[in-house]
């Protein structure tokens, strides 16, 4: 078997198909951020939020984003790259679901909350996977970190027009109910495109990673 220097100096064929993928993730995962500040007023309106709780549409996700990303990192060394892209992008779809679906503000808040634990996977292991990727060639790795910024600053600005467009023609439901499909996508060209990677030994500090969230929460 080889070893992973060995891997890394033969550069992956698919190696620009793969970055197109993660960059498309990383995208949806900032967009996420942004995309439900418009249909906020509606959101409201619909599931009767005061003032004072709408915060927390866009705090759930926060939180758990911003609390789990190492965890999200650490994972992804252990269990393989392509196994926690997959699972983060799995758990944002399937959260994505119930949030576009929401009856109250408590299955709002917790789908939204879930779907920052998925996007905490997603990004960390996302990235790994892109420095692994294109590590053997400095040029490459430079302009792949570019796309990859470039992605994600895309996704933070076109979500708020986005949301402001489904919010308009369909419904508020629609800038949650929109990551169902394009997650499926994601999901079955990743097998294709992203290779299983290798696995670290270690543990994980799932007391700390509960602390960090803890802390950003209060």
Same mark, same amino acid.
């Given at each position: 078997?080889?070893?992973?220097?060995?891997?890394?100096?033969?550069?992956?064929?698919?190696?620009?198909?793969?970055?197109?993928?993660?960059?498309?993730?990383?995208?949806?995962?900032?967009?996420?951020?942004?995309?439900?500040?418009? #249909?906020?007023?509606?959101?409201?309106?619909? !599931?009767?939020?005061?003032?004072? $709780?709408?915060?927390?549409?866009? $705090?759930?996700?926060?939180?758990?984003?911003?609390?789990?990303? !190492?965890?999200?990192?650490? !994972?992804?060394? !252990?269990?393989?790259?392509?196994?926690?892209?997959?699972?983060?992008?799995?758990?944002?779809? =399937? #959260?994505?679901?119930?949030?576009?679906?929401?009856? $109250?503000?408590?299955?709002?808040?917790?789908?939204?909350?879930?779907?920052?634990?998925?996007?905490?996977? =997603?990004?960390?292991?996302?990235?790994?996977?892109?420095?692994?990727?294109?590590?053997? $060639?400095?040029?490459?790795?430079?302009?792949?970190?570019?796309?990859?910024?470039?992605?994600? #600053?895309?996704?933070?600005?076109?979500?708020?027009?986005?949301?402001?467009?489904?919010?308009?023609?369909?419904?508020?439901?629609?800038?949650?109910?929109?990551?169902?499909?394009?997650?499926?996508?994601?999901?079955?060209?990743?097998?294709?495109?992203?290779?299983?990677?290798?696995?670290?030994?270690?543990?994980?500090?799932?007391?700390?990673?509960?602390?960090?969230?803890?802390?950003?929460?209060?």
């Amino acid at each position: 078997m080889p070893s992973q220097s060995q891997t890394i100096a033969q550069p992956n064929s698919k190696r620009w198909k793969a970055l197109a993928l993660l960059a498309f993730a990383n995208f949806l995962v900032m967009m996420d951020t942004a995309i439900i500040q418009v #249909a906020l007023p509606a959101i409201k309106n619909s !599931l009767g939020y005061t003032e004072a $709780n709408l915060q927390w549409v866009m $705090n759930a996700f926060l939180i758990l984003f911003g609390g789990l990303l !190492l965890l999200g990192g650490r !994972l992804a060394d !252990l269990s393989g790259h392509r196994r926690i892209f997959m699972w983060g992008v799995s758990i944002l779809t =399937i #959260a994505s679901l119930f949030a576009g679906l929401a009856w $109250n503000e408590m299955s709002l808040n917790v789908a939204r909350a879930i779907q920052g634990a998925g996007s905490a996977m =997603i990004a960390p292991a996302a990235l790994s996977i892109v420095m692994i990727l294109f590590s053997a $060639n400095k040029k490459e790795l430079g302009k792949a970190l570019a796309f990859w910024g470039l992605s994600g #600053a895309a996704g933070g600005s076109i979500g708020i027009v986005l949301g402001g467009v489904l919010t308009q023609f369909l419904s508020w439901r629609w800038t949650l109910l929109f990551y169902v499909p394009v997650g499926i996508l994601v999901l079955i060209k990743s097998p294709r495109l992203l290779q299983k990677g290798t696995r670290k030994v270690g543990s994980i500090d799932y007391a700390g990673a509960i602390s960090v969230t803890a802390g950003i929460g209060i």
